[in-house]
């Protein structure tokens, strides 16, 4: 696995010079699905970049109220309750049309 990416130019300067982490999940229990767990957390970055339109880690701050949104529609105590995207994104999508006008 890569951790850590760099770029130099000919100068030796960097140019480019990334940071990588994976997720580990550690706190399952016997009953829960770990491959489950894994769809989920890629079915929600999905969501956040259909949303955002290329989601980055400066539109999950500055818009964490929305993020919050979207996470409360697709979990209830826990529990996965909603995957199908537009129904995930129909109530912020009106909050946002509402707020426009």
């Given at each position: 696995m890569i951790n850590f990416f760099?770029?130099?130019?000919?100068?030796?300067?960097?140019?480019?010079?990334?940071?990588?982490?994976?997720?580990?999940?550690?706190?399952?229990?016997?009953?829960?699905?770990?491959?489950?767990?894994?769809?989920?957390?890629?079915?929600?970055?999905?969501?956040?970049?259909?949303?955002?339109?290329?989601?980055?880690?400066?539109?999950?701050?500055?818009?964490?109220?929305?993020?919050?949104?979207?996470?409360?529609?697709?979990m209830l105590n826990g529990c996965?309750?909603?995957?199908?995207?537009?129904?995930?994104?129909?109530?912020?999508?009106?909050?946002?049309?509402?707020?426009?006008?």
């Amino acid at each position: 696995m890569i951790n850590f990416f760099l770029m130099v130019n000919k100068q030796g300067q960097t140019r480019l010079s990334k940071y990588c982490e994976h997720v580990e999940i550690n706190k399952l229990n016997g009953t829960e699905n770990e491959m489950a767990i894994y769809e989920f957390i890629h079915n929600f970055v999905e969501v956040l970049d259909e949303y955002f339109n290329r989601v980055s880690e400066l539109d999950i701050m500055f818009n964490l109220d929305k993020v919050h949104i979207i996470l409360d529609e697709m979990m209830l105590n826990g529990c996965i309750v909603e995957t199908n995207r537009a129904r995930i994104l129909a109530p912020l999508l009106i909050l946002d049309k509402m707020s426009e006008s």
